[in-house]
């Protein structure tokens, strides 16, 4: 039988290298770390704990991420915007294709929700092709 529920204090995993693309990297030598938390079966979604120490870095999005940050502080120019300050309890969604610029200002801690979304958007289409097929009920065409 497969395990249902799992859980674990944020403070006993031992987080990983996870080092940052070295192009990517504008200023300082941030030192990123992660720990895969849990994964779909299909790989579609993963959840993970990512610590970084100070720096300045591009970070380029391949799939849509929501992060909490846990401990720390940065400062993030995303697309061109005027930069902004995020701290612990802030929460950001960063979409697919989304260049930030990341401005570790003390040691960030986060955790982050990621979603690949082609996958998504194909399951949203077969669905709704689905739904006007003749012989569904009135309302599943409407959604």
């Known amino acids: 039988m497969r395990e249902l529920v799992k859980a674990a204090y944020c403070e006993t995993f031992e987080l990983t290298p996870s080092p940052i693309e070295p ?8 030192e990123a770390r992660s720990h895969l938390l849990s994964k779909s079966a299909f790989k579609t979604w993963w959840t993970m704990i990512w610590s970084c120490t100070e720096g300045k870095f591009n970070w380029h999005y391949h ?18 915007a005027a930069p902004t300050c995020y701290g612990a309890g802030d929460v950001i969604l960063f979409r697919t294709g989304t260049h930030a610029k990341w401005h570790v200002v003390d040691r960030v801690k986060k ?17 709704k092709l689905k739904s006007l097929m003749p012989g569904q009920p009135a309302a599943s065409r409407l959604t």
Do not use: K, Q
């Not at 192009?23 to 941030?30: K, L």
């Not at 940050?69 to 400062?75: A, C, F, K, V």
């Open 63 to 80: 799939f849509d991420e929501t992060v909490v940050i846990l401990e720390g502080s940065i400062m993030l120019e995303v697309d061109g």
């Open 23 to 30: 192009s990517w990297i504008i200023e300082g030598r941030p």
């Open 111 to 127: 955790v982050a929700f990621c979603r690949r979304t082609p996958l998504g958007l194909v399951i949203r289409a077969a669905s």
